[in-house]
């Protein structure tokens, strides 16, 4: 029985809310020219191929080429499919699992084009039915500051057939040849493995942490062309918490988003109206707004931690710790908060909501190296909070108008030693308001990487008719 207990006591994570979402993409000039970017899918390792040079057979073995994350390709020609090639490695290194030879064979070995930039400048032609890239043209500009290194790990030669592969490779390491012969198929053996549209990137999955115990993953369903020839993915948001008890807060759905799209002119995220008032309803059930904030960081209370007359008058056992005291102050939701009748602010920015929010501090104090529960501060709390969309980020800020502030010292830290219990909650509650007003916080909204560089993100959250719109733009990558 303890054991199952136990079980079901353990944190994991499980979804506690669902959002439907449409993603609302007009293929306008700009987007056609980026969407016919490819993005390059690297594979593990390059095919295996064979040199014949004279009397010398070598086989080369599990080639890996050096990381191509920075090859992007351009089809300037969505009909011919030519794609321009530019590349700059920085000191590459080819590595081979073995080098054969019909008497023994070499493990471990390398070749590389140490002190210098390498360029790569070529086209290639993307063919689609069979899903690969082939050459049509290709240069190599060799860096004259730098020679080619290589090494050939542990070999089990004849002492003869060693000094000829040695011999070979000396004359190999620098031969513009065999450095284009080897670029040429370590790109194409690299690229040709997956390539992917950035029309089909849409359709991934992406994922954002809200806070160290919520995640946020959105989730494409299908992807369709709407009459007005705009490109609809509907799609679901599932919001995650790592918790012993999670409640889930069930499906928000796609109601209002089943409307005619065609007057949206604009890409953009569509959610339905009251998105907003179940997210938040549904992570602070779960304390998931909650922030650690440090003594210096509470401006409104710096006059009370450094005037010992203060103290006597506001909260009395603020006199038994040093001035400035050791306290740290974690801020967050201890149930359910509420939002009322989202509107347009007067900013023309974002979107309000009226909130009742019962708030709650736990103050810890460090005593012998170890931080103690020492405080309990709970206030219920009514005002606006402004909703709006700053660098990809879905960014929420509160006023107050009503804080009705409770508190008490924790039992825990009676054992520690005894404390007064006199506070002065009228003085206390000014000084939290000020605290707390217009705090800001923020959670991640997705990110849609398209080609390399490139990336597509959202710039405004608006209320249009009856659904929340957030426009989105394609825009460079932490741009």
């Known amino acids: 029985m303890i054991a199952l207990l136990a079980f079901y006591c353990v944190p994991g994570v499980s979804q506690i809310l669902r959002v439907d979402s449409d993603l609302i993409i007009n293929p306008s000039a700009e987007w056609n020219e980026t969407l016919t970017l490819i993005r390059v899918q690297p594979a593990d390792r390059l095919s295996d191929w064979r040199q014949v040079d004279g009397s010398l057979d070598l086989q080369l073995n599990g080639v890996r080429a050096p990381e191509l994350s920075g090859l992007a390709i351009n089809v300037q020609d969505e009909d011919d499919d030519i794609a321009l090639v530019e590349l700059t490695w920085t000191n590459p290194k080819f590595e081979f699992n073995e080098l054969v030879l019909p008497q023994g064979r070499c493990t471990g070995a390398h070749w590389r084009l140490p002190r210098g930039e390498w360029r790569v400048l070529g086209q290639l ?9 082939h050459w049509l043209e290709f240069s190599f500009i060799n860096n004259p500051g730098g020679a080619a290194e290589y090494g050939l790990g542990q070999c089990q030669l004849p002492p003869q057939e060693m000094e000829e592969l040695n011999n070979y ?24 493995t997956r390539v992917v549209t950035a029309k089909e990137r849409l359709l991934e999955p992406t994922q954002t942490k809200f806070n160290e115990r919520t995640s946020v993953t959105w989730r ?9 020839g705009r ?11 790592n ?8 499906l928000v759905p796609r109601t209002a988003l089943d409307s005619d799209l065609s007057v949206i002119e604009e890409s953009a995220l569509i959610l339905p109206i009251d998105a907003i008032e179940r ?30 007359w203060r103290q006597l008058w506001e909260w009395a056992d603020l006199r038994n710790w040093p001035l400035n005291p050791p306290l740290k102050f974690n801020v ?64 929420f800020q509160m006023t107050f108008d009503q804080i009705h502030l409770r508190s008490y010292p924790r039992d825990e830290f009676l054992h520690v030693r005894p404390v007064e219990k006199f506070v002065h ?16 916080f923020s959670f991640g909204l997705p990110r849609w990487a398209l080609v390399h560089g490139l990336e597509l993100r959202a710039v405004d959250f608006q209320l249009q008719d009856r659904r929340l719109q957030l426009p989105l733009k394609i825009l460079p990558v932490g741009n």
């Open 279 to 308: 997210i938040v309803s549904a992570v602070s059930y779960h304390s998931g707004f909650n922030s650690e904030l440090s003594a210096s960081d509470l401006n409104p209370f710096q006059q009370l931690f450094e005037s010992r």
């Open 332 to 395: 967050s939701a201890y149930a359910q908060a509420m939002l009322y009748g989202p509107k347009v602010p007067e900013e023309k920015k974002g979107v309000e909501y009226n909130f009742k929010a019962p708030v709650q501090v736990q103050t810890l104090g460090l005593v012998n190296n170890t931080y103690w529960p020492y405080w309990d501060f709970h206030a219920i709390e009514t005002g606006a909070l402004r909703t709006w969309v700053n660098d990809g980020e879905m960014r």
């Open 125 to 133: 032609r993307y063919d689609r039915s069979l899903n690969s890239l």
């Open 243 to 250: 918790s012993r008890f999670p409640i889930d807060f069930g």
């Open 169 to 192: 490779l000396a004359r190999q390491a620098n031969d513009p040849l065999m450095m284009t012969d080897l670029l040429q198929k370590s790109i194409l053996a690299w690229s040709s």
């Open 231 to 241: 490109w609809r993915v509907k799609s679901r948001f599932e919001f995650h918490v």
């Open 220 to 228: 494409p369903l299908q992807m369709e062309t709407t009459p007005a």
């Open 425 to 440: 909650m009228d003085a206390l509650n000014t000084r939290f308001g000020e605290t707390l007003q217009n705090k800001e």
